[in-house]
């Protein structure tokens, strides 16, 4: 029987091999914003955000200030804070703070995605096996992209691009498929997404600060509607 840390290997495998392909062209931007191969493998090693880190290298690039960078920063990963509230309640009610924090380090929209949707209470051990196997893939592929991505046709690398979204949606799907309320707010939650998106007042607001919106009306409303029962906090 495999143990919690063993299963999120396994299930963050997928994950894993779509952020190798994906950090890929995150490795040519940071090369564009003058990085070696070494420091932008380091960047995603302690920063693992996909939109965070092209807005960070974009202003490296740039010359951005580092109060606008910071700025920017915030706005773009501003949705992973309320993904780390929605993990605080999902996760054993016996794990440490130090767990919780290590949890922190690395909430992205497929680790949450899969935490998320495990049965029963979230056991630490089980997200770390998924950071184990997802962390070094997303620094190797930046490494690979800072070091050959000057050498791939530019569809090549559009193509590559869409990978993490596709990987996203398998993710999704399956829980969606399987209860009615996720795929409520799924389709809730792309529709508030769509319309932010047009709205005169929201469509030049970023877009992390859009999903962020979304994200707050749509989980909020869930909750009313589609309150949770009280589970097992011990697996």
Known sequence: MKTEFQQGMKDGLPVALGYLAVS???????RRAGLTGLQAAFASLITNTSAGQ??????MAAGVSLLETAVAQVVVNLRYVLMSVGLTQKVRR???????????????D??????????????????YGMMAV???????????????GALLPDILLKAVGVALYAMFIAVVVPPAKKSRPVLLVCLSAMGLSLLLHYLPFTKDLSSGLRVAIAALLVAGAAAFVFPLQKEDDHA
């Open 24 to 30: 890929f062209t995150l490795g040519i931007a940071a």
């Open 134 to 148: 997802t962390i070094p893939n997303w620094a190797l592929g930046t490494f690979l992209g800072t070091v050959f």
């Open 54 to 59: 092209f807005a960070g290298f974009t202003a």
């Open 94 to 108: 016996d794990a440490s703070l130090l767990q919780r924090l290590l949890i922190a380090f690395d909430v992205t």
């Open 110 to 127: 497929e680790l949450f995605a899969l935490g998320i949707s495990r049965e029963g209470a979230l056991d630490p051990r089980y997200y």
